[in-house]
């Protein structure tokens, strides 16, 4: 059984950073792609960034500044953020799926078979 669990979310002022992290357990992290996703409320779902089994990423939200790490050791995928901005508020979601392949383009939710429950990102002074 795969489980993802997000923590790190909270409120941030305008321009701080936040470390989100992605702990996955019953995937491993060098067979498959980890995905970043955010929902603001009102609006879809958005890509973020596509981790691909050999750990590289792409950013797909230009307007969000991040850089993505994570730990095989301990199945953990992490998203720092930095220069935050109200517009990044939002719920991040991780997301998992066994299909290496799929880091073609910006991720979409349905090549994603497992989510996480989401962790809350609130950038407000």
């Known amino acids: 059984q795969v489980l993802l669990v997000e923590s790190g979310g909270g409120l941030v002022q305008p321009g701080g950073s936040l470390r989100l992290s992605c702990a996955a357990s019953?995937?491993?992290?060098?067979?498959?792609?980890i995905g970043w996703f955010r929902q603001a409320p009102g609006k879809e779902r958005e890509g973020v960034s596509c981790?691909?089994?050999?750990?590289?990423w792409t950013n797909y939200a230009p307007s969000l500044k991040f850089t993505v790490s994570r730990d095989n050791n301990l199945k953990t995928v992490f998203l720092q953020m930095s220069s935050l901005k109200p517009e990044d508020s939002a719920v991040y979601y991780c997301?998992?799926?066994?299909?290496?392949?799929?880091?073609?383009?910006?991720?979409?939710?349905?090549?994603?078979?497992?989510w996480g429950q989401g962790t809350q990102v609130t950038v407000s002074s």
């Open positions: 997301a998992a799926a066994p299909n290496p392949s799929i880091c073609t383009g910006a991720p979409r939710k349905v090549q994603f078979e497992y």
């Open positions: 981790i691909t089994s050999s750990g590289t």
């Open positions: 019953g995937f491993t992290l060098n067979d498959g792609v």
